[in-house]
């Protein structure tokens, strides 16, 4: 029998590319991230110079301090994981490998790329579908380096229509193919690209989402539309895609760990939205489901489902959505939440920000227990 994943500790993983951290780097407001991740942040199109966590103003010619400790702690503990157990890819990247494994690698992808390569070239001149599967299945193998692929996006403008069509095919591993180089184009966030990407292609991300074509391709997917949410009006088209309701029906197929704390982080940015705020209240488990998942799946996924609560409470709190949230526990998940030592400090400031919001239309629901009311903050 497998062996199970092992779980990532939710301070090795990087807020912004939601992956283990390979190169920690701090900023002035305390926050890790991983350096390639920050880095684009603050060289993105509008020139953000703010933490993404705390939303706090960075200086210009700000420095990034590497936090070595971090990156120790990290290694430390992939060397750790048994290397029997199925973990994320990512994770075995980091584990030490010895000299003639390194040299027994080299030769196998040498090999395969020189292969893999040449396969390409015979299929660039293949106009059918077949043909084009066969190739995004090739590019998604390779490990292209980030410069090199933006150059293939850029001299190939019929990238992204040839990514929807193969998302189309009734073909499974085609479809994960593809998400999982759509994932690889956002992560190396090639702004021209990104922008320019259609509603067609990002319906199609959500459908692999919505069809949960394999447990890689959801994962990929999920990736892709969290890199993808912040850019132009990208965030209206996943909603209105439908994407909120297969994040919902996702969360209620109880997926493993990992699966959910990246499903709330996409929430958590389509919840920034009014659209996305909108189907979420209107989605009959929409509000019952992030509750769920306070204090039941992870630290990070407590997090990121309060995020999620807090959004709807700011904006989107009319008395029928005050009193689902009272009626199916929501209320109460955030007064233990109070008192919880699963919840790091930050989470606990939100949990208290919505209970005061809103303090005198809970109070005096006959849907909180006492024990919850003994909970609830003064």
């Given at each position: 029998?497998?062996?199970?994943?092992?779980?990532?500790?939710?301070?090795?993983?990087?807020?912004?590319?939601?992956?283990?951290?390979?190169?920690?780097?701090?900023?002035?407001?305390?926050?890790?991230?991983?350096?390639?991740?920050?880095?684009?942040?603050?060289?993105?199109?509008?020139?953000?110079?703010?933490?993404?966590?705390?939303?706090?103003?960075?200086?210009?010619?700000?420095?990034?301090?590497p936090n070595h400790t971090l990156r120790r702690l990290i290694q430390s503990w992939a060397a750790s994981v048994s290397p029997g157990s199925a973990v994320d890819e990512e994770v075995a990247a980091l584990r030490p490998v010895s000299s003639d494994e390194v040299a027994s690698l080299l030769s196998d992808a040498a090999a395969a790329q020189v292969g893999a390569l040449r396969r390409?070239?015979?299929?660039?001149?293949?106009?059918?579908?077949?043909?084009?599967?066969?190739?995004?299945?090739?590019?998604?193998s390779l490990r292209i380096p980030e410069q090199e692929l933006i150059g293939v996006?850029?001299?190939?403008?019929?990238?992204?229509?040839?990514?929807?069509?193969?998302?189309?095919?009734?073909?499974?591993?085609?479809?994960?193919?593809?998400?999982?180089?759509?994932?690889?184009l956002a992560d190396a966030v090639v702004p021209a690209w990104v922008i320019g990407l259609n509603a067609e292609l990002l319906a199609e991300v959500v459908g692999v989402v919505r069809d949960r074509v394999s447990a890689r391709a959801t994962k990929a997917s999920l990736h892709a539309l969290a890199a993808l949410c912040p850019y132009g009006r990208h965030r209206v088209k996943i909603v209105g895609a439908g994407a909120v309701a297969a994040l919902v029906e996702l969360l209620l197929d109880e997926p493993e760990r990992r699966?959910?704390?990246?499903?709330?982080?996409?929430?958590?940015?389509?919840c920034t939205c009014a659209e996305g705020r909108a189907e979420l209240v209107a989605h009959a488990a929409g509000v019952a489901v992030v509750g769920k998942k306070v204090l039941r799946v992870s630290e990070a996924a407590s997090e990121r489902a309060v995020r999620v609560l807090r959004s709807v409470?700011?904006?989107?709190?009319?008395?029928a959505v005050l009193q689902e949230m009272a009626q199916c526990g929501v209320v109460g998940k955030l007064c233990l939440a109070l008192r919880s030592e699963q919840c790091g400090v930050k989470t606990k400031e939100k949990a208290h920000e919505v209970l005061k919001l809103h303090s005198r239309v809970w109070r005096a629901s006959p849907c909180l227990s006492p024990s919850f009311l003994a909970l609830y903050p003064s």
């Open positions: 029998m497998a062996s199970a994943a092992a779980e990532v500790p939710s301070y090795f993983v990087c807020p912004i590319s939601l992956q283990l951290m390979r190169d920690p780097v701090t900023l002035p407001t305390g926050i890790s991230y991983d350096r390639a991740a920050i880095a684009r942040w603050l060289a993105a199109p509008g020139a953000r110079r703010t933490c993404p966590v705390t939303r706090q103003p960075l200086e210009h010619g700000l420095e990034l301090t390409l070239r015979e299929l660039a001149a293949d106009a059918c579908s077949t043909a084009r599967e066969e190739a995004v299945g090739v590019l998604a996006s850029t001299r190939h403008g019929n990238l992204a229509e040839s990514l929807t069509a193969v998302l189309r095919s009734s073909n499974l591993q085609s479809r994960a193919h593809a998400v999982q180089l759509v994932r690889t699966v959910c704390e990246l499903a709330l982080a996409v929430l958590d940015r389509l409470a700011r904006h989107a709190a009319t008395p």
